[in-house]
């Protein structure tokens, strides 16, 4: 997953838009994105781990309240660094009335690194308005604020994906009346 030569790389792709019309699949179009990736030679940094829950199914009304865990790995002998967590969704956006999504601390900034290990907690109430077919996907991001052994800043990141899916409560009966 990484390569082993030191140097500057360039790629690109193409990703195609799909729609279903009819029962039929049709493409609607299609991006070209190219991406250059600068690789330096002498990091000696290792990723910073990251731990999320299992993915998760409730009943729309119930609150979800679970530990985001991250933590910094030692390389050799260099002390651990300073590290971020960060979640991206579109639960994170919801207007306040619809109930978002939350996280404490929320690290938006670009210099939020605190101390190896760190809990973030996440939190959401959700509510009927949050019952769809398909799983909300949470991209969780941990950032460190490593350096190469030249003493140049070499950020390494992790991301892990959360599933969570909302469904409709049961439905209730009344008592039934009979004529």
Known sequence: ???????????????????????????????RRDMQIIVNGDCKNE?????????????????INKLIRGFDRPSGSDPLDDIKIQGFSEIFEFAPSKSPATLDPMMEDEDDFVPSPLEVEFNWNTICDHIKGQPYDVVFKITDNGTSSNGSPTKLATFRTWKITVVAPAPVLDTAIVP
Do not use: H, M
């Open 1 to 31: 997953d990484s390569p082993d030569t030191p140097g500057e790389y360039n790629i690109a792709f193409i990703v195609i838009e799909w729609r279903k019309f009819n029962g039929v699949w049709g493409q609607i179009g299609y991006v």
């Open 47 to 63: 990723r910073p781990e990251l731990e999320v829950p299992n993915d998760t199914c409730v009943v729309a009304g119930a609150n």
